[in-house]
């Protein structure tokens, strides 16, 4: 792993344990600056959600992140501020569909409470990266969709009419059905191994469901797509009077219950945070499922659980692939360390 001109880092050059690393310093020292340039380095990407000139380092003229996977591949993004480039194998990648997917990443921060009792967005958002993470070719359907909402939802603002609607409202029912046919099957697989990891870590159940805003039996193509349309001549008149489109899957949600409540307004701040990690081991155990052992990513993740919880997470984690884990304070846990000070990483020799 190679980082130069990344936030507060200064240049990096270390080689990884296949299984458990540890990042033990200071706050502000760069910890969670590494973890986002593994992050970037994955998936093209910050997890904070910020430009790529917020991670350019102040008075650095390019950032450069590269690194390579167990299996052989290598991967390197350029940004000089103006431009960024992604290489995959030494070849160029112009698409980031071709890109996403070379080294699969989940990451378990802070803020993953936010999964929980954050609006809907933040859901949605997590099962379409989790799909995209294993499906390549779903960044392109997904797209389609967002590009055919925005055209809709601007008709609408513009009061523009059934007529100049009614063509959008077809591209909204073809590529909604698209994105359905991904994210139906996918988000069974995955809200029902998030109801096994909350049981293991709660020791008592809850239900994860998915909260369609288009209701189709059976769910299949055609029939969705005949719901889709009858659902968007519903809802067009409120439509217009709000301006944006009312049903699809920019629409649906997850929901998360137990004993009857919702957790995202009635779970206590432990329920909720472990209702959070359940997610993400489902995404790790989905993203297996498509293709390798994935990369954990954990920012002080389990310091908000009990010790008995936080050492199930940590150990449920490694079972599933390389871990990073990155800590204010020290701990004994088997795997190398790395010390963070003012930008620098250093590998602790072993006693």
């Known amino acids: 792993m ?9 240049r990096v050059e270390l080689e990884l344990d296949a299984g458990a690393n540890f990042l033990f310093g200071p706050n502000g020292a760069g910890k969670t600056s590494f973890l986002e340039a593994i992050h970037y380095l994955a998936i093209g990407r910050s997890f904070r959600r ?3 000139s917020e991670m350019l ?5 390019v950032l450069v992140v590269a690194g390579s996977a167990g299996n052989g591949e290598e991967a390197e993004i350029r940004f000089d501020g103006r431009e960024k480039r992604l290489c995959l194998n030494r070849t160029g990648v112009e698409r980031l569909s071709d890109y996403l997917g070379w080294l699969p ?3 378990l921060l802070l803020d993953d409470i936010e999964l929980v009792r954050g609006g809907p967005a933040a859901r ?3 099962l379409d990266m989790a799909i995209a993470k294993g499906r390549r070719d779903y960044i392109g359907v997904a797209g389609d969709y967002r590009r055919a909402v925005a055209q809709y939802n601007r008709l609408l603002e513009q009061r523009a009419g059934e007529v100049l609607c009614r063509p959008w409202e077809e591209e909204l029912v073809r590529t909604g059905v698209e994105v359905y046919r991904f994210r139906l099957g996918a988000a069974e697989r995955l809200l029902a191994a998030a109801e096994c990891h909350f049981a293991a870590l709660a020791g008592e159940s809850a239900r994860f ?3 369609c805003s288009v209701k189709a039996e059976p769910v299949e193509p055609a029939r969705l797509a005949e719901a889709f349309r009858e659902r968007l001549e519903q809802t067009r008149r409120r439509a217009e009077e709000v301006g944006h489109a009312l049903v699809g899957p920019h629409r649906d949600d997850v929901v998360i219950e137990r004993g009857g409540r919702d957790l995202r307004r009635f779970g206590s701040v432990g329920e909720q945070r472990l209702a959070a990690v359940a997610l993400r081991l489902a995404e790790a155990d989905f993203v297996a499922d498509s293709a390798r052992g994935p990369v ?16 199930q997470v940590l150990a449920m984690v490694e079972k599933r692939g390389q871990v990073i884990y990155a ?8 795997g190398r360390e790395f010390r963070v000070e003012a930008g620098t990483v250093k590998e602790v020799p072993a006693a």
């Open 2 to 10: 190679a980082v130069r001109g990344f936030r507060n880092l200064r």
């Open 50 to 52: 910020c430009p790529d």
């Open 57 to 61: 380092g102040f008075g650095e003229p």
């Open 105 to 107: 990443v989940v990451v």
């Open 124 to 126: 949605r958002g997590y």
């Open 209 to 211: 469901g998915y909260r």
């Open 296 to 311: 954990f990513l954990l920012d002080e993740a389990a310091s908000e659980l009990d010790e008995r919880r936080g050492g």
């Open 327 to 334: 800590a204010a304070r020290r701990f004994e846990a088997p």
